[in-house]
T-cell receptor, first 115, second 108 residues
Framework: NAGVTQTPKFRVLKTGQSMTLLCAQDMNHEYMYWYRQDPGMGLRLIHYSVGEGTTAKGEVPDGYNVSRLKKQNFLLGLESAAPSQTSVYFC??????????????FGPGTRLTVL | EDQVTQSPEALRLQEGESSSLNCSYT??????LFWYRQDPGKGPEFLFT???AGEEKEKERLKATLTKKESFLHITAPKPEDSATYLC?????????FGKGTMLLVSP
């Protein structure tokens, strides 16, 4: 199993450009998440999904959109990139059980720089 | 609003010098406290989940404990390969909330 994979690993954008980050998981997890990690800020949740076709906003959703058309994929889009979106982006996934909350498995990250 | 505070921000140990990392939290209805390890340039790697006060879990040189207000990650006789950033996170009624982490450096 590859676990959680992210594409691309690195990207440089100019202000105003758009791009899509792809996350894929092969663990048949129901839940998927997008986080950003900035120095001194910790991990912050951008958007998440509790199942195919569903998405919800996290702590810092502005400037981002997401889609979950297939259970194994979760896409994060930046419509018009801004320098404030320079960050490391992590995707994560977790399975669902009725009575407990389970750990999240993280991908290797995408380092995005917006000039 | 759920909050997680980790201390110290950074910790430098000699190989074999045991110590503890602290994670203080406030959460509405704790449904789980999680510890992760993160190496530079990589994603967080899951270590432990604790669900209720008094619970303890161990893995090699690491032991995590939980009270109603904080969790400790005890590192016994650390080795250089234990050097990493350790993240604590809590799950209440809302989504997972992470602390800023403790950067641990173990020197040979």
């Amino acid at each position: 199993n590859a676990g959680v994979t992210q594409t691309p690993k690195f990207r440089v954008l100019k202000t105003g450009q758009s791009m899509t980050l792809l996350c894929a998981q092969d663990m048949n997890h129901e839940y998927m998440y997008w986080y950003r990690q900035d120095p001194g800020m910790g991990l912050r949740l951008i958007h998440y999904s509790v199942g195919e076709g569903t998405t919800a906003k996290g702590e810092v959703p502005d400037g981002y959109n997401v889609s979950r058309l297939k259970k194994q994929n979760f896409l994060l889009g930046l419509e018009s990139a801004a320098p404030s979106q320079t960050s490391v982006y992590f995707c994560a996934s977790s399975y669902r059980t009725p009575s407990s909350y389970n750990e999240q498995f993280f991908g290797p990250g995408t380092r995005l720089t917006v000039l | 609003e759920d909050q997680v505070t980790q201390s110290p921000e950074a910790l430098r140990l000699q190989e074999g010098e045991s110590s503890s990392l602290n994670c203080s939290y406030t959460v509405s209805g704790l449904r789980g406290l999680f510890w992760y390890r993160q190496d530079p340039g990589k994603g967080p790697e899951f270590l432990f989940t604790l669900y209720s006060a008094g619970e303890e879990k161990e893995k090699e040189r690491l032991k995590a404990t939980l009270t109603k207000k904080e969790s400790f990650l005890h590192i016994t006789a650390p080795k250089p390969e234990d050097s990493a950033t350790y993240l604590c996170a809590v799950k209440g009624y809302s989504t997972l909330t992470f602390g800023k982490g403790t950067m641990l450096l173990v020197s040979p």
